[in-house]
């Protein structure tokens, strides 16, 4: 129980060092601009390097939990283009995801389902029976956060495959839409640096350029990830359906 108490906090450190850098800057479109050009000549004349460095990054990011997986979609499609950027993103998700949620079966899972009680035990049960549509349906739909459904599984003592498989497949639509929205960047950030100038000649100190990715995530493409996700459910209801018949 030390070791786990310690690797827990080992962790929670690395997440609160995490948050305090990016409390002071962050990931965001300004940065991006700034070093757009040498950003650019790097991946020219090291591709792969750049790849497995952008994906290194996400790890990084998911597995601190650490706000800004979404802006580097986003980014991976408007440096990398649509498919290896959306490659890129799922990768680096699903290797982070998996490292935080192991993380959280050896430091906790076990000893916080030993000591919730029958009840929680058998929640547990019904979640490790059906894991795969459940997680599944948690990733597809952008209702949950992203680092709450690492983290849930590993409480109740999911399998790693089921666990890996499902967030592997669950993140693709929103790893092809964020990185497509990147492809289109470029006429983002040209209008940000038009209403940046504008600012800039106003006098006004603080000019920024901004770019929201929430932005992205219209009413349309919400609906369509939460009928994704309620048709990954659908194997579980069919099973429960069943059920009676058989007993």
Same mark, same amino acid.
């Given at each position: 129980?030390?070791?786990?108490?310690?690797?827990?906090?080992?962790?929670?450190?690395?997440?609160? #060092?995490?948050f305090y850098f990016y409390g002071r800057g962050g990931l965001s479109l300004e940065d991006l601009v700034r070093h757009r +050009?040498?950003?650019?000549?790097?991946? %020219?004349?090291?591709?792969? /390097?750049?790849?497995?460095?952008?994906?290194?990054? $996400?790890? @990084?990011?998911? !597995?601190?939990?650490?706000?800004?997986?979404?802006?580097?979609?986003?980014?991976?499609? &408007?440096?990398?283009?649509? @498919? =290896?950027?959306? !490659?890129?993103?799922?990768?680096?998700?699903?290797?982070?995801?998996?490292?935080?949620?192991?993380?959280?079966?050896? !430091?906790?899972? +076990? =000893?916080?389902?030993?000591?919730?009680?029958?009840?929680?035990?058998?929640?547990?049960?019904?979640?490790?029976? +059906?894991?795969?549509? $459940?997680?599944?349906?948690?990733?597809?739909?952008?209702?949950?956060? &992203?680092?709450?459904?690492?983290? #849930?599984?590993?409480?109740?003592?999911?399998?790693?495959?089921?666990?890996?498989?499902?967030?592997?497949?669950?993140?693709?639509?929103?790893?092809?839409?964020?990185?497509?929205?990147?492809?289109?960047?470029?006429?983002?950030?040209? !209008?940000?640096?038009?209403?940046?100038?504008?600012?800039?000649?106003?006098?006004?100190?603080?000019?920024?350029?901004? &770019?929201?990715?929430?932005?992205?995530?219209? =009413?349309?493409?919400?609906?369509?990830?939460?009928?994704?996700?309620? /048709?990954?459910?659908?194997?579980?209801? @069919? %099973?429960?359906?069943? %059920? =009676?018949?058989?007993?």
């Amino acid at each position: 129980m030390n070791r786990r108490l310690l690797l827990l906090a080992l962790l929670a450190g690395l997440m609160a #060092v995490s948050f305090y850098f990016y409390g002071r800057g962050g990931l965001s479109l300004e940065d991006l601009v700034r070093h757009r +050009e040498a950003i650019d000549a790097f991946i %020219r004349a090291h591709d792969l /390097l750049a790849i497995l460095a952008f994906v290194g990054i $996400y790890i @990084v990011t998911v !597995a601190l939990s650490v706000p800004g997986a979404t802006f580097l979609t986003i980014s991976g499609g &408007f440096l990398f283009g649509l @498919v =290896p950027g959306a !490659a890129a993103a799922v990768t680096g998700a699903t290797i982070g995801a998996t490292a935080i949620f192991l993380v959280a079966r050896t !430091a906790l899972g +076990e =000893p916080l389902l030993k000591r919730a009680g029958p009840r929680a035990a058998r929640l547990a049960a019904n979640f490790r029976d +059906e894991a795969f549509s $459940y997680l599944l349906f948690l990733r597809l739909v952008p209702a949950f956060p &992203f680092f709450l459904v690492n983290l #849930v599984p590993a409480f109740a003592g999911v399998r790693l495959m089921p666990f890996v498989i499902a967030t592997a497949l669950g993140v693709i639509p929103a790893s092809v839409v964020f990185s497509l929205a990147g492809t289109g960047l470029d006429s983002v950030i040209a !209008a940000q640096k038009a209403a940046y100038a504008a600012c800039l000649a106003t006098g006004t100190g603080n000019c920024h350029l901004t &770019f929201d990715a929430k932005d992205v995530l219209t =009413p349309q493409l919400i609906g369509a990830l939460v009928g994704l996700g309620l /048709l990954a459910l659908v194997p579980v209801a @069919v %099973r429960r359906m069943r %059920r =009676p018949a058989h007993g």
